[in-house]
């Protein structure tokens, strides 16, 4: 059971937007900044977005990312086949001195 | 361009031991506090453990602490994860990766298979 929970999946058609909601409490997600990863299979995780709203360089602007109180949100519009993939939020809990991820969400894109 | 390579994973009986070592180049490693996160075959991500820029400080997850060891040799650019008293849950693929406001820098990862 992850700290954090996401939903298992979520399913959008080529083009359309898709939300991957990652749910906390006042004290992890509330106390903290969210990151998102996107990990295709038998690859490593990649950094998607970092505290929270916040894009590497690289990332294109279709993947976004917002928090209110205690959950976070992953967004992904324009979306296309090559997107399906595992999408994970995770964070670094300062009060605690450990990281937590969510459990993880398949994108499947129909 | 920035590196991390995981080595030391393999097939070892519950109760064993290992030591995963990994390498890094391309960014200016004892800047950054290092950690190691695991996947289990089919599952998700699950923190394991992370040692501060300077090797001073160490943070464990509940269920391997006592029995891993994080550390790291800032001259050589490697960090290090001694396993002991394995047991089959502890059977994933463990990633270093380099914190930086996220987990930023991953490595490709190293299977240990904890099985008799």
């Known amino acids: 059971q992850s700290v954090l929970t996401q939903p298992p999946s979520v399913s959008a058609a080529p083009g359309q937007k898709v939300t991957i909601s990652c749910s906390g409490s006042?004290?992890?997600?509330?106390?903290?900044?969210v990151s998102w990863y996107q990990q295709f299979p038998g690859t490593a995780p990649k950094l998607l977005i970092y505290?929270?709203?916040k894009r590497p360089s690289g990332i294109p602007d279709r993947f976004s990312g917002s928090k209110s109180g205690t959950s976070a949100t992953l967004g992904i519009t324009g979306l296309q086949t090559g997107d399906e993939a595992d999408y994970y939020c995770g964070m670094w809990d300062s009060s605690l001195s450990v990281g937590v991820f969510g459990g993880g969400t398949k994108l499947t894109v129909l | 361009e920035v590196q991390l390579v995981e080595s030391g994973g393999g097939l070892v009986q519950p109760g064993g031991s290992l030591r995963l070592s990994c390498s890094a180049s391309g960014f200016t490693f004892s800047s950054y506090a290092i950690h190691w996160v695991r996947q289990a075959p089919g599952k998700g991500l699950e923190y394991v453990s992370v040692?501060?820029?300077?090797?001073?400080?160490?943070y464990y997850t509940d269920s391997v602490r006592g029995r891993f060891t994080i550390s790291r040799d800032n001259s050589k650019s490697t960090l290090f994860l001694q396993m002991t008293s394995l047991r089959a849950d502890d059977t994933a693929v463990y990633y270093c990766v380099a914190y930086s406001s996220g987990w930023r820098y991953w490595g490709q990862g190293t299977l240990v298979t904890v099985s008799s």
């Open positions: 006042s004290s992890n997600i509330g106390n903290n900044h």
């Open positions: 505290e929270n709203n």
């Open positions: 040692i501060s820029s300077n090797g001073v400080l160490t």
